[in-house]
């Protein structure tokens, strides 16, 4: 397991400059949060390919710009803009091509949307199967205020899919949530495939990791008991810290802590 800190971090920074913060870091990979339909361009996407391998850092997965509009676009019953947006993710999974990334992040569909829990299966794996034509695959993410932010629907996801069932686990959005990350681990278990890594205490769900009171040191051996192998990035906001130096700080505290334990 290798942890690293997503672009995201950073935001509004823009995207090849938060990049480039976390190259010149000593984080060896990376999550890349796109912020704008225009960073999808193939000129754009090249700036950073340009940017990761002078650095040699590994890009671990990318997250789409389309985030809000995906329940709007892609988990709607209207066929055109469904086929819009499946334009868009297999435009994602060209972009995993290039830069070397496996996975996509997908935050879904809303609570109240038209189809029913069968329906939202089959289009998760019909947006999966238009990323995985160049190679990306897909991960739904426990995102707190969208269907797969309901701990029991992400179990039918896993009982349905079965194989196919992939998951991005993010901490604060299980706090968000209503669930620990410890039960999401034994539910979910070796469908999870990445994971956004952030603190909590009584006040507030997002901090850097080491600022809060959440149990790393619990949360690792847990990961060792299920022989996980996949990666963690850190993912905040920008009012989680003062300055860049704080992330890199809180990065150095993860890496001690996952030496001693995995």
Do not use: W
């Amino acid at each position: 397991m290798k942890i690293g800190i997503s672009t995201s971090c950073f935001y509004p920074l823009e995207t090849e400059k938060s990049l480039l913060e976390v190259c010149k870091s000593n984080a060896d990979c990376t999550e890349i949060f796109f912020n704008a339909d225009c960073e999808l361009e193939n000129g754009f996407v090249k700036e950073l390919k340009q940017i990761k391998d002078c650095y040699g850092t590994k890009i671990l997965s990318i997250h789409p710009t389309m985030s809000l509009a995906e329940s709007f676009r892609l988990f709607s019953a209207y066929d055109r803009r469904k086929i819009e947006g499946l334009d868009f993710f297999r435009r994602y999974g060209e972009i995993c091509g290039i830069l070397g990334a496996e996975y996509v992040i997908l935050h879904g569909g809303k609570p109240n949307g038209i189809l029913d829990d069968d329906e939202y299966c089959e289009r998760f794996v019909e947006i999966g199967e238009a990323v995985a034509e160049n190679g990306g695959i897909l991960l739904q993410e426990n995102v707190a205020k969208y269907r797969a932010g309901n701990i029991d629907f992400l179990k039918f996801i896993k009982q349905k899919l079965k194989n196919d069932a992939r998951f991005c686990l993010d901490i604060k959005q299980c706090i968000r949530g209503g669930y620990s990350p410890f039960d999401a681990i034994k539910i979910l278990g070796d469908s999870i495939k990445h994971i956004h890594i952030s603190d909590n205490n009584q006040e507030k769900d997002c901090l850097l990791p080491g600022n809060g009171t959440f149990d790393y040191s619990a949360f690792f051996k847990e990961l060792k008991q299920i022989d996980y192998k996949n990666n963690a990035v850190i993912e905040v906001y920008r009012d989680a810290y003062k300055d860049y130096g704080d992330i890199f700080s809180s990065y150095d505290y993860l890496e001690k802590l996952r030496c001693q334990i995995l």
